[in-house]
């Protein structure tokens, strides 16, 4: 019975989070046409788009190192992605707004595609590194006015247990606006969601998520010769605190059953 309700709750779930993104999309184009407070716009896309999001989805998010996040300056979260529900995620927990960059085929979608773009969203064109050094580079501005970014420096989302190599993007950004990096490890949301499934938690009611925030790494010095050592440093902090998240929140027996590509 309780698989039945999960299932039912799943296909709800898909069927609201559509209809809530549209209507959230709209305030969000309403509000930053008329030129509504940035904090009004913040609290729709936090707490109301991606918090009843992650509420609903049954995800409950063991949060820790909320005291390394930056609060009066501009930072750039690089988190590990596997899940849809990354975002959403960070949004819900974060102590401080962000923008985040989002793959360019995301802007054609109606509606959100233009919400997404007012709110300062980043374009990444994947295939084309020239144009997404130039998003960053018109980016920097924004930083040094104070705001936070959030990218993902595995490029895409993971499949499986390991974390990718990381890009190096996020990093040449960082240095170029001498921002501070917070890492941000998340372990479990995959199963809430996997890759290439629409139906969150149809497995269970319930699931604990880990965030971690992990202590700021400051770029203001470091000479953009040695962005590879400063990749390499930041990948092996993060997998090291993911290695420790695995058996806490990882269902270890699904993704060890899954092969690649096969939808769970």
């Given at each position: 019975?309780e698989?039945?309700?999960?299932?039912?709750?799943?296909v709800?779930?898909?069927?609201?989070?559509v209809?809530?993104?549209?209507?959230?999309?709209?305030?969000?184009?309403?509000?930053?046409?008329?030129r509504?407070?940035?904090?009004w716009?913040?609290?729709?896309i936090?707490?109301?788009?991606?918090?009843?999001?992650?509420?609903?989805?049954?995800?409950?998010?063991?949060?820790?190192?909320l005291?390394?996040?930056?609060?009066?300056?501009?930072?750039?979260?690089?988190?590990?992605h596997?899940?849809?529900?990354?975002?959403?995620?960070?949004f819900?927990?974060?102590?401080?707004s962000?923008?985040?960059?989002a793959?360019?085929?995301?802007?054609?979608i109606?509606?959100?595609?233009?919400?997404?773009?007012l709110?300062?969203?980043?374009?990444?064109?994947?295939?084309?590194?020239k144009k997404?050094?130039?998003?960053y580079?018109?980016?920097?501005?924004?930083?040094?006015?104070?705001?936070a970014f959030?990218?993902?420096?595995?490029?895409?989302?993971?499949?499986?247990?390991?974390?990718?190599?990381?890009?190096?993007?996020?990093?040449?950004?960082a240095i170029?606006a001498?921002?501070?990096?917070v890492?941000?490890?998340?372990?479990?949301v995959?199963?809430?969601?996997?890759?290439?499934?629409?139906?969150?938690?149809?497995?269970?009611?319930?699931?604990?998520?880990?965030?971690?925030f992990?202590?700021?790494?400051?770029?203001k010095?470091?000479?953009?010769?040695?962005?590879?050592?400063?990749?390499a440093?930041?990948?092996?902090?993060?997998v090291?605190?993911?290695?420790?998240?695995?058996?806490l929140?990882?269902n270890?027996d699904?993704?060890?059953?899954?092969?690649?590509?096969?939808?769970?």
């Open positions: 019975m698989k039945i309700l999960c299932r039912l709750r799943a709800f779930l898909a069927f609201f989070v209809f809530h993104t549209l209507f959230c999309s709209i305030v969000v184009i309403v509000l930053l046409l008329t509504a407070p940035r904090s716009v913040d609290a729709v936090g707490p109301f788009w991606c918090g009843l999001m992650v509420r609903f989805s049954g995800m409950k998010p063991v949060i820790n190192g005291e390394n996040v930056p609060k009066e300056r501009g930072f750039l979260y690089l988190f590990t596997s899940s849809h529900l990354d975002i959403p995620l960070l819900t927990v974060s102590p401080k962000f923008r985040f960059g793959k360019s085929s995301l802007f054609k109606p509606i959100f595609g233009y919400a997404i773009t709110s300062g969203t980043l374009p990444i064109t994947r295939e084309d590194r997404v050094m130039e998003v580079r018109q980016a920097e501005a924004r930083v040094a006015a104070g705001e959030a990218l993902a420096p595995e490029g895409g989302r993971r499949q499986g247990t390991e974390i990718k190599d990381f890009k190096s993007g996020p990093f040449i950004f170029n001498k921002m501070p990096i890492p941000v490890v998340l372990s479990g995959d199963d809430a969601l996997p890759k290439k499934s629409l139906l969150i938690n149809r497995d269970c009611w319930s699931r604990k998520v880990g965030v971690t992990l202590p700021p790494i400051d770029t010095d470091v000479p953009i010769e040695d962005m590879k050592k400063l990749k440093e930041v990948r092996e902090r993060m090291m605190e993911f290695e420790r998240m695995k058996p929140y990882m270890m699904s993704h060890q059953d899954r092969s690649p590509g096969q939808q769970p």
